[in-house]
């Protein structure tokens, strides 16, 4: 299994702002991934961060509002740009562990855009 | 793009009942995992299914992977109050698709 840590837990923030959300995880993992979970609503991918690269991103999902970083293997930051109150959301980082199918989700970050 | 059609979207039983969820795609996925969110905290995996036709059975949960690793169902057994949450499946490997989800509400 994985632990996986995130920063902040939540956060309010005024239209306009942008919030950089980090992700730590306890052991490596293959891969790292960021989701977005609108109110009453499931999971929908953000993009795949790769490590030492550019992120891949989803259809509906860019770089220049959702810029993300992966130094190495354990830690990944996921940044919401210039927000408005459409991206008021909860957002995971998720990891595939190394050798497995296991997929294992952090606590979330709730993020209110006022 | 594939898509997971999960049933039912709400789901409000007595303790000690019997209840089971269901998975569809029309689509094939190399595995299917479950899992249970409460609020305010991030999916917790229940299980992870890779093998058409597969069972698995975690204490009073059974879950189940279609033949064709099309469908899946999640069976609870003599729900309990601690059962309550949302449940989601989500097939694929790494990019997850998701379902809709299940909010079961299991009262005393």
């Known amino acids: 299994s994985a632990v996986i840590s995130q920063k902040p837990s939540r956060d309010i923030c005024q239209r306009g702002t942008s919030l950089t959300i980090q992700c730590q995880v306890d052991s490596q993992v293959t891969m790292m991934f960021w989701y977005r979970q609108q109110p009453g609503q499931s999971l929908t991918l953000i993009a795949t961060a790769n490590q030492g690269s550019e992120a891949t991103y989803e259809s509906g999902f860019v770089i220049d509002k959702f810029p993300i970083s992966r130094p190495n293997l354990t830690f990944s930051t996921l940044t919401v740009s210039n927000m408005s109150p459409e991206d008021s959301s909860i957002y995971l980082c998720?990891?595939?562990?190394?050798?497995?199918?296991?997929?294992?989700f952090g606590p979330g970050t709730r993020l209110t855009v006022t | 793009t594939q898509l997971l059609e999960q049933s039912p979207q709400f789901l409000s039983i007595q303790e000690g009942e019997n209840l089971t969820v269901y998975c569809n795609s029309s689509s094939v996925f190399s595995s299917l995992q479950w899992y249970r969110q409460e609020p305010g905290e991030g999916p917790v995996l229940l299980v992870t299914?890779?093998?058409?036709?597969e069972v698995k059975k975690l204490k009073r949960l059974t879950f189940q992977f279609g033949d064709a690793r099309k469908d899946s169902s999640l069976h609870i057994t003599a729900a309990q109050p601690g059962d309550t949450g949302l449940y989601l499946c989500a097939g694929g490997y790494g990019k997850l698709t998701f379902g809709q989800g299940t909010i079961l509400t299991v009262h005393p």
């Open positions: 998720s990891v595939v562990t190394v050798l497995s199918y296991e997929q294992y």
């Open positions: 299914v890779v093998t058409g036709g």
